[in-house]
């Protein structure tokens, strides 16, 4: 419906009010340059702050002790000349389906809800309102491509920093914590079989048709019958068939790996179901404890945690293109942080926001490149920073949305970024 | 202190719960400032509180408060010092002592056990404690974070005396007592607590009784003790309300025909506009509705019962009455001043804007009936306890560079209607505020002038578009404090409201609820018309200054009820009486009008059709189950080893509004809460904010599938709905005389009115089908016992921690075990028809 334009009426409206106006404004729209096609985003999360060093953006080796550096070998990629971390051997031979994007950064303070929430709003929290996420933006700005799905998909708990924010909840997600269970809300009880549930159903309608005769005409009674009966098409084959993961077959599952490769195969159930946006969390803290925030001994096993990326999303990438839904679907790696070069007391590593790495692949861009340059330690940005506005204005540009498109909250514009420019070299 | 003061705060130390027996034989002191390395050296001088105890059991402590009932922090860390007679058969016995920190026990003078002073952790990789060996199972494990000693002791059969001293609050941490208690077994038998009764033993369910008792009793004493104190202001606020009461004759001097009534008001309009009120609604939905409003939940069945029974022609304003004095009032208004004062604590490493946990202020302010200006005052005064509940916690907004711009902000939404979101950042475009008439205001909260921080300008890029707003101030620029606000409020107060040493924030505060600021009064009672009809006399109810300017649909009618509200002394539940009481709320609902209802088109020909609120909805499904919510404690570190600036333990909510986010942005299973979760999946779905990081009064109001999704196959749903040991349903189910019986029994508790004569006929039959035989004689009830929280932020990192959690949320999506008292044919049918009652749009929805 929209056109990223402020409207006539609104100019008029702020003319009037503020006599002091610096100037008018030129419609955002025609700053939206790139335009990308994907019609889906699998954005994969890395909580607790992946260690760029460690994965993405390997640098001399470290002893674990005193002296700074790597923990691990690197290995050459599909991209000549570029290296990642030894436990990331198929994805780097798949690098040139990927961006990286090496000199994300951000000045939130060095803590993981506040950083979390920077990564999913672009934004610090202001106390007058509450940002959307990502995930909601776009399911704001593109709806479900399928019927009967939910556009916005949480493999992960859930909090505010995902949620919709001033958007409302028709943008928020549905959410599961893992693939055995399906999503809350929509999987019936396991103790209620099909023979209850129409026994359910049958009470129920006789209930609420007495109630709804003696309430004819009232239409928020109405509308929360028929909200019914639309979660009853939610809780349907077309959506929740998606769960069904035994209905692949036994090569495809094993390609993806563990258990983060099981939620990235459901990603692309439910992106071939219509789902615009899911995010999967890989916080399979039992591997090593401590997940991605690696410090003191969670360090000890994090290459368990980096191969199991490592096999889900080359797995995931490989599906996707066997498919050909790899053009269509952009697919994000992001973490809330990066981590120092330098180890802890313990043998693990703090927290670092100065410069961190982020991926992206497929969804039509220009792969097979690496944005931006870090120095020797990982530690400061030596070229081409990209913000997370930037980061995020990408994702939106790279699903045909202008980023700097405003939305509305109590007459208050909002650019759906702070003021992000798409990464052009990926466009076009 | 004067000498009025010095006798309150002697009196509020005097333990008040003596029981008809006589006082209770535990005598507990309390000794505040001491340090974190006290070993039980001698105390000095005099305690900073004492009181009574039934025994060496403590589950939590009297609060402390100021001269004016705000409750305040004790000086940490503080000893406890509680003595006992010890008087049992001769022979041998073994002492068991259990305390979170450094503890030790003596027996006449002689120690002879003592615990391990607490020890703080940050780092999170400790191994999970595995549950001490128990040599009999019926003995309560021992609290999370609490260590036991247990030692031989041979009694002579002779009296003894027994001392506990512990330390709390050591190394800035919680000062929580645990589950802290003495107590005594001879060989082989169970530990009893060491008090006069012996009537406690250390089992499940004898602790959890004690601590259920003990709560209420120390809650008991708070009370006393608070309201005590507070009364030394009642004074003040007596003389501030005969002034109030004669200004506000003048600010809005009632028309020369006298005041009307409201449906008088209401049907002037109704009349010129060719329009009829609606019908009046019949006893039981005015009950349910009139309940729902007033105490947050539906009235039971046996008050359905009688109050239909009840043939007194003034019974609903009797009941009116009722409703108004009952305690849970202060329970049914908490979400609403959550939402609008953005209450937003955070029980994890806060940095999302929040603030303290300022529900207790407000819960306790309304709980003791104070006057509104009261209430207000106190909160802007922000004094007492920032992080354990007292009104200092409004305060606090967490990584915010410009906190107290984002209280004014609050502030002048909630009292004054007048929306200042854009000035946080620019003068706002639509509004008639500027800038620095918000940084004024944040001057009068801090007391000193404000800078504007940078991020509160708008930055042009060059090159980039220019703002479309006007700026007027730049970062860095000073702001002096000021009560500006132009024709909105008079910025000075009547002689006589202030004393000369009034501060800043008390004038600011004097300002806003001053009698002559008339926009208090009609702001505050345009919210609870709202609040009870559905719809304001303005709207939006929270931003009078918009668009398009102020429009009154009844100004008159909102000019009498602010001078009612004003001259009752600031008591919104006289206002409350007048509405309810009224036609207009008594009128079957009329639908929700058109987005932006014209003040014209606002008649009120009934009230507005309402959704129950998420709080509404979930307690009232747990009353009619009669079941407790049966969540965590909301606290991710059960262990009391961290500070409670980065953690809190806001406990185990007994009311759906008590819940707040579990903040796992971490998206750490470990730290994962699951049964808490089940109940923000559902609130959150029907609008509650499980984190409040702006102030809103109206919520979302959008019908989404997720709504009927959840309560049709969500966890909390499915728990009230499932009979088990615990539930209503199944005593009902078990002693019904008839299916006919049990029908009628079922649609009382839940939709709080008989069956019609067809759903009658018809759901009788569907129960008539094995009700005979629905009896399992003999079969054990299942107490469900809760195991002790062994994951705690100490070793949330351990791989072990997120595996017991992952168990934790199967169990917790598992919901209640049913009973085995009854056929498990029959139970399903029963559960049948109670999903279906709670899931029909009639529970849902306001009658």
């Known amino acids: 419906m929209n056109t990223g334009e402020i409207n006539r009426r609104d100019l008029l409206k702020l003319a009037a009010a503020s006599p002091l106006l610096l100037g008018a404004a030129p419609t955002p729209a025609a700053s939206f340059a790139p335009r990308g096609t994907a019609e889906a985003c699998i954005f994969l999360w890395l909580g607790g702050g992946a260690a760029q060093i460690d994965t993405f953006d390997p640098k001399g080796r470290g002893d674990g002790k005193k002296r700074p550096g790597c923990y691990y070998e690197s290995v050459t990629t599909a991209i000549p000349g570029e290296k990642v971390c030894e436990h990331l051997g198929r994805v780097a031979d798949r690098l040139d389906r990927c961006v990286l994007v090496r000199t994300l950064h951000h000045s939130v303070v060095d803590e993981h809800a506040a950083a979390t929430n920077m990564l999913h709003t672009g934004r610090a929290v202001s106390g007058t309102i509450t940002y959307p996420s990502v995930g909601s933006i776009i399911a704001h700005e593109r709806g479900a491509a399928g019927e009967a799905v939910p556009a916005y998909v949480v493999i992960g708990y859930p909090n505010v920093s995902r949620g919709p924010g001033f958007l409302g909840a028709k943008y928020g997600y549905v959410y599961l914590t893992d693939t055995a269970t399906g999503p809350s809300g929509l999987t019936p009880p396991i103790d209620v079989s099909a023979v209850r549930r129409a026994r359910r159903e049958a009470l129920l309608e006789d209930l609420r048709g007495e109630f709804l005769a003696q309430h004819p005409g009232d239409p928020l009674i109405a509308d929360f019958a028929a909200a019914g009966r639309e979660a009853a098409r939610l809780a349907g084959p077309t959506f929740m068939g998606a769960f069904s993961l035994d209905q692949e077959p036994a090569e495809v599952r094993a390609s993806y790996g563990g258990e983060f490769g099981q939620r990235c195969l459901l990603a692309r159930r439910l992106v071939e179901r219509g789902v615009r946006f899911i995010e999967v969390s890989h916080n399979l803290n039992f591997l090593n404890g401590t997940g991605w925030d690696t410090h003191n001994n969670g360090q000890l096993r994090q290459h368990e945690l980096i191969q199991e990326l490592d096999a889900a999303l080359a797995g995931l990438l490989d599906d996707l293109s066997r498919l050909r839904l790899l053009d269509r679907t952009l697919v994000v790696v992001a973490t809330e942080f990066g981590r120092p070069a330098e180890f802890d007391s313990g043998g693990g590593r703090g927290h670092q926001s100065t410069a961190f790495s982020g991926l992206l692949a497929g969804g039509g861009l220009r792969l097979g490149r690496v944005v931006g340059v870090t120095d020797d330690l990982g530690k400061t940005i030596v070229d081409r920073p990209v913000s997370v506005p930037d980061f995020h204005a990408t994702i939106y540009a790279a699903l045909g949305t202008n980023p700097a498109k405003e939305l509305e909250t109590g007459g208050r514009p909002v650019p759906l970024t702070d003021h992000g420019k798409p990464i052009s070299e990926l466009f076009g | ?847």
Request: aromatic fraction near 6%; glycine fraction near 6%.
């Open chain 2, 1 to 847: 202190m004067t000498p009025l003061l010095t006798l309150i705060a002697a009196l509020s130390a005097v333990p008040l719960q003596a029981s008809s027996e006589g006082s209770l034989p535990v005598r507990v002191t309390i000794w505040e400032g001491l340090t974190d390395t006290w070993k039980g050296e001698p105390l000095d001088g005099t305690p900073s509180d004492w009181f009574e105890a039934p025994a060496l059991g403590f589950v939590q402590l009297p609060k402390k408060v100021n001269e004016r009932g705000i409750e305040i922090d004790r000086k940490s860390p503080f000893a406890l010092k509680a003595t006992a007679p010890l008087r049992i058969p001769r022979g041998r016995h073994e002492l068991v002592l259990r305390a979170k920190g450094w503890s030790r026990l003596l027996i006449d003078g002689e120690v002879v056990a003592e615990t391990k002073p607490i020890s703080a952790n940050s780092s999170g990789h400790e191994e999970v404690p595995e549950p001490p060996p128990m040599t009999d199972p019926r003995r309560r494990e021992i609290g999370s974070g609490d260590q036991e000693t247990i030692v031989a002791w041979e009694s002579d059969g002779e009296e003894h005396r027994v001392e506990l001293l512990a330390l709390l609050g050591a190394r800035k941490l919680r000062p929580e007592t645990g589950e802290m208690s003495v107590s005594v077994a001879a060989t082989g038998e169970l530990p009893t607590l060491i008090g006069p009764s012996r009537a406690w033993t250390l089992t499940d369910t004898s602790w959890r009784s004690y601590e259920k008792s003990e709560q209420a009793r120390i809650s008991q004493m708070d009370t006393t003790r608070r309201r005590l104190a507070a009364s030394s202001q009642d004074f003040f606020w007596k003389t501030r309300h005969e002034l109030a009461a004669r200004e506000i004759a003048k600010a809005l001097p009632a028309k020369d025909d006298g005041p009307k009534t409201i449906d008088e008001h209401v049907r002037d309009r109704l009349r010129e506009a060719g329009r009829a009120p609606n019908p009046p609604i019949d006893d039981a939905a005015f009950l349910r509705r009139m309940s729902l409003d007033t105490i947050g939940c539906p009235p039971t069945a046996e008050e359905v019962a009688a109050f239909l029974a009840d043939a007194r022609p003034d019974k609903r304003a009797q009941m009116i009455d009722k409703r108004l004095a009952d305690p849970r009032w202060a329970d049914a208004w908490m979400g609403y001043w959550q939402d609008v004062l953005a209450e937003n604590p955070g029980i994890l490493k806060p940095t999302l804007n929040n603030t303290g946990p300022f529900r207790r202020f407000l819960f306790l302010a309304l709980l003791d009936e104070w006057p509104f200006d009261r209430l207000v005052t106190e909160l802007i005064r922000m004094d007492g306890s920032s992080l354990y509940g007292g009104p200092a916690g409004f305060g606090l907004a967490t990584q915010n560079d410009a906190p107290m711009a984002a209280k004014a902000h609050v502030l002048a939404k909630a009292f004054l209607a007048a929306d200042m979101k854009c000035a946080r950042c620019h003068d706002a475009p639509a509004h008639p505020f500027d800038q620095s008439q918000l940084f004024a205001l944040a001057g009068l909260l801090d007391g000193k002038a404000q800078v504007i921080p940078a991020t509160s300008t708008v930055n042009s890029q060059a090159g980039g578009r220019q703002p479309a707003v006007s700026v007027s101030l730049h970062a860095g620029d000073k702001v002096p404090p000021a009560f500006d606000l132009a024709d909105l409020a008079p910025s000075d107060t009547p002689s006589g409201m202030l004393g000369n040493a009034a501060s800043s924030r008390e004038r600011l505060a004097a300002l806003l609820v001053s009698p002559r600021n008339t926009r208090f009064a009609k702001v505050l009672v345009n919210r609870l018309w709202s609040r009870f009809i559905g719809l304001g006399l303005v709207e939006p109810v929270d931003d009078w200054d918009g668009q398009e300017g102020l429009t009154v649909s009844h100004p008159a009618l909102l000019d009498d009820l602010a001078r009612a509200f004003v001259t009752s002394g600031y008591d919104l539940k006289h206002v409350a009486r007048l509405i309810l009481a009224s036609q207009v709320y008594q009128a079957e609902a009329v639908g929700p009008p058109p987005a932006g209802a014209s003040a014209e088109g606002r008649l009120f020909a009934g009230p507005v059709r309402r959704r129950l609120t998420a709080e509404q909805l979930v307690d009232s499904l747990f009353a009619a189950a009669g079941k407790e919510l049966g969540s965590e404690r909301l606290c991710v570190d059960p262990e009391g080893r961290r500070p409670p600036n980065e953690m809190l333990d806001l406990g185990e909510p007994t009311r759906a509004w008590q819940f707040a986010s579990t903040a796992n942005e971490r998206d750490r299973p470990a730290l994962s809460l699951p049964i808490t979760q089940t109940f923000i999946d559902l609130m959150q779905t029907f609008g509650w904010r499980p984190a409040r990081q702006d102030p809103i009064t109206v919520r979302e109001q959008t019908t989404t599938p997720l709504q009927p999704a959840l309560l049709a196959n969500g966890v909390v749903a499915g728990r009230v709905a499932r009979l088990s040991d615990d539930s209503a349903f199944t005593e009902l189910t078990l002693s019904a005389k008839n299916p006919s019986a049990l029908v009628h029994a079922l649609f009382l508790r839940t939709l709080s009115r008989p069956p019609s004569a067809g759903e009658w006929a018809r759901m009788s039959s569907y129960l008539s089908d094995g009700f005979d035989d629905r009896v399992v004689l003999g079969a054990p009830m299942d107490l469900n016992r809760k195991p002790m929280r062994r994951v705690s932020w100490s070793n949330h990192l351990h791989p072990r921690a997120t595996e017991i959690q992952l168990e934790e949320e199967k169990a917790a999506r598992a919901g209640d075990p049913p009973t085995k008292r009854l056929q498990p044919a029959f139970r399903e049918r029963v559960e049948d028809l109670v999903w279906a009652l709670v899931n029909s749009p009639e529970f849902v929805y306001m009658p």
